[in-house]
Structures are given as C-alpha cells and as structure tokens.
C-alpha cells in the first residue's frame, strides 16, 4: 500500500458513456498526477495540480476533464472517449511540486476498456 | 526532442546480479528515479540520483553519470520476486516535478 487508493480498479465502458475514475491520498501531499499508461509504451503525465491549481496539461483532449476538489481528492471525468484511450490511468501524488527529491507515490491504476 | 531510453526485456538466474541501463536526452536534468512495477500494481519506488555517482540502498544501487546522459541500476542477490518492469525517469528543469518515464525493462528472474 502507498497511501494513494483509486477506484475503480476496472472500468469498461462504450464511446457514449460518461464516467469518473476517483482517486484519494492519504499521504497529506499537496500534488497529484494523473498518468496514462498504454501496453508497451511509457507513463504519459496528463495533468499536475498543485494546492488544488492545475499547473500541468500535457495537450489532453478535452473528452478527459480533471477535478481537484481538495489535495486530498482527484476526478478524472471522461465523456465520448475512443477505443485508443483504453489504457491503465495511474494517480500519483508527491508532497509539493518543487524540490530536489519529492519523490511520486502511485496508486494501483484504474484499468480502462473502451468499446 | 526528449527521449529516454531502456532495454524492453532482460531475464536473469535466482541469486545472481543483473544491470538494467537507462540512457537519457531531455531539455534539462533535475533528478533521476527508478522505479519498480509489479505486473498490475502501482510504481513504486527504488532510487533517486541528482548527482553523479553510485547510491547503494540494500540489495539494489543505481549509479548516474549527467555528462554521459547515462543511469543504470544494480540489482544484487536476485530473488523471484524482483521479476518486474523497471521504469526509468527523469526530471527536466523548469518546475512542477515533470516526470518522463522510459517504456520500462521487464526482468524475469528463473530458479
């Protein structure tokens, strides 16, 4: 266990649907990640906030919209995704995003099937 | 452009000692992280080099050279348990703890 929890573990879901992937630390971090790992590729960093600001969009389309409601808390909202978004959806979060060290806790993931 | 690079597959014997490189090109180099990922797990971290230099933490070492762009890590004494996919990343200057991971090393260790 990190002390970073998502649910749900694993989502399938057709290109019309709207659903959230939650994520929660435990850590009492002030930043939070939100990654994309596809099969056989790297970890894509999609949005860093900071104190509850987003600091970070890596050029996400907007069918992925993110929430920060707290430092504690992180929604990654999706509406009319395709079947190339499906990928494992990994939730990190680190206690500042400055710093030499600041080291990244990652949850389990969510694992994202879309039909 | 940035590029991070790692072998795709290595396979080792129980007990013996394995080195997986990582070779970097980024705009940039605040630190350097390895970490482990067991198959349908989170990442979870091993080491972290900003210096040039070995850091020894237990049975496993990663070792940094920035003039080269060059990083691997050590693993000792290998156990069964380390068969997993080893994730290179680096941090670029500029702020907001930017990670860019490598595609990772799967390992596979047999008896």
């Known amino acids: 266990e990190t002390g970073v929890t998502q649910t749900p573990r694993h989502l399938v879901m057709g290109m019309t649907n709207k659903k959230s992937l939650k994520c929660e630390q435990h850590?009492?971090?002030?930043?939070m990640y939100w990654y994309k790992q596809s099969a056989k590729k790297p970890l894509e960093l999609m949005f860093v906030?900071?104190?509850?600001?987003?600091?970070e969009n890596n050029s996400v389309p907007s069918r992925f919209s993110p929430e920060c409601p707290n430092s504690s808390h992180l929604f990654l909202h999706l509406h009319t995704l395709q079947p190339e978004d499906s990928a494992l959806y990994l939730c990190?979060?680190?206690?500042?995003?400055?710093?030499?060290?600041?080291?990244?806790?990652f949850g389990p993931g969510t694992r994202l099937t879309v039909l | 452009g940035q590029n991070i690079d790692q072998p795709t597959e290595m396979t080792a014997t129980e007990g013996a000692i394995v080195q997986i490189n990582c070779t970097y090109q980024?705009?940039?180099?605040?630190?350097l992280f390895w970490y482990q990922q067991h198959a349908g797990e989170a990442p979870t971290f091993l080491s972290y080099?900003?210096?040039?230099g070995l850091e020894e933490k237990g049975r496993f070492s990663s070792f940094l050279s920035r003039s080269k762009g060059y990083s691997y890590l050590l693993l000792k004494e290998l156990q069964m348990k380390d068969s997993a996919s080893y994730l290179c990343?680096?941090?670029?200057?500029?702020?907001?703890?930017?990670?860019?991971f490598g595609a990772g090393t799967r390992l596979a260790v047999h008896p």
């Open positions: 980024t705009s940039g180099f605040n630190g």
């Open positions: 850590l009492g971090h002030n930043a």
């Open positions: 990190a979060s680190s206690p500042t995003v400055q710093g030499t060290y600041n080291e990244q806790f």
């Open positions: 906030y900071n104190f509850k600001e987003q600091t």
């Open positions: 990343a680096v941090r670029g200057s500029g702020g907001y703890n930017k990670l860019i």
């Open positions: 080099n900003v210096l040039d």
